[in-house]
């Protein structure tokens, strides 16, 4: 296979600035540093194509703390739970999903908190499926 120099595209230069903008440590600072300098290498004399301005690095704060987002958080109207394909009854919101479904008997309730990834299972067996929804609004919000 022949290998035909291409020029850079003004769209391959702006998406390897976004790269360095958005590095979060110096190994990916500089790798993207020399692509940019390897595409402007690349550049003929009389290109159209304007080299963009030397990259700013950016800060970008971390995400609040699960915690912070529960103090910050209003919740939501009462009977926004759905019902899955399963048949499970669930409540989603930018947060997290809880998620109502049958076990042991009873009742249980899971939580997948989309900041963490990480799911919590109630331990409680509950009667009825309206005791296991207010117990896992209660785990989400209270």
């Known amino acids: 296979m022949i290998k035909v120099a291409q020029e850079p595209s003004i769209d391959k230069l702006r998406k390897v600035a976004a790269l360095f903008d958005r590095a979060t440590s110096e190994g990916e600072k500089r790798a993207a540093a020399e692509a940019l300098s390897r595409l402007l290498k690349n550049l003929p004399e009389e290109s159209p194509v304007k080299s963009p301005p030397p990259p700013q690095s950016q800060y970008y704060p971390p995400p609040p703390s699960p915690k912070k987002q529960k103090q910050n958080y209003r919740p939501p109207k009462p009977g926004l739970w ?3 394909k399963k048949g499970n009854l669930y409540l989603r919101d930018e947060w997290g999903i809880a998620t109502v479904f049958p076990s042991d008997g009873g009742w249980k309730w899971v939580i997948r908190d989309f900041g ?3 799911s919590t299972f109630s ?3 509950f ?3 309206s005791e296991a929804q207010s117990a896992a609004e209660d785990e989400m919000y209270g």
């Open 116 to 118: 963490t990834d990480q």
């Open 82 to 84: 759905r019902q899955s």
């Open 123 to 125: 331990r409680d067996v």
């Open 127 to 129: 009667y009825s499926e």
